[in-house]
């Protein structure tokens, strides 16, 4: 066989074989930018002088959509199991999370606020100019309950409604 390519274009078919192209459109690619007329057995046996592996267009989509879905799931099981001892917090999630917007709103946010957890505690919140969410506890460690964190980000999600954000 009268194939020999040169390095650049070994290297061009390699990234079309990681990009995921099909063989037909190698054959294409070959043909179109290099002025290489192969066969499609040709470019088979190309790929696989290169010792390329096609990649198979089914597996990358599974991996891509099961973590997702599959950690909040997870993280609230972890939640409702795992007994919360007495003394820490008597009602978490009872209703009783409440979130204020600062009237001035601190330097580098967008906007911020207050919120107090069903505890007690409090913590300061702000969104950067990114939109990221930070929130910074009154009390160095403190974690309010997953109830909680939720409640507090729907309050927030209706205060956010409210300002026309």
């Not at 910074?136 to 980000?153: C, I, R, W």
């Amino acid at each position: 066989m009268g194939m020999n390519l040169n390095e650049s274009q070994q290297q061009a078919v390699t990234s079309w074989v990681a990009g995921g192209l099909k063989l037909s459109e190698i054959q294409n690619r070959l043909g179109s930018e290099f002025g290489l007329r192969l066969t499609y057995m040709e470019v088979r046996l190309l790929v696989d002088d290169l010792k390329l592996k096609l990649t198979d267009p089914e597996p990358p989509k599974a991996p891509a959509a099961t973590p997702a879905p599959v950690q909040p799931a997870s993280a609230a099981q972890n939640v409702a199991t795992e007994p919360l001892p007495s003394s820490e917090s008597p009602t978490p999630g009872s209703g009783k999370v409440s979130v204020t917007v600062d009237q001035l709103t601190r330097p580098g946010a967008l906007v911020s606020g207050k919120v107090k957890f069903s505890d007690g505690m409090s913590a300061d919140w702000y969104l950067d100019q990114t939109g990221r969410l930070g929130v910074v506890p009154q009390q160095q460690g403190y974690k309010p309950a997953a109830a909680d964190v939720q409640e507090f980000q729907m309050a927030l999600e209706r205060e956010m409604t409210k300002l026309g954000f």
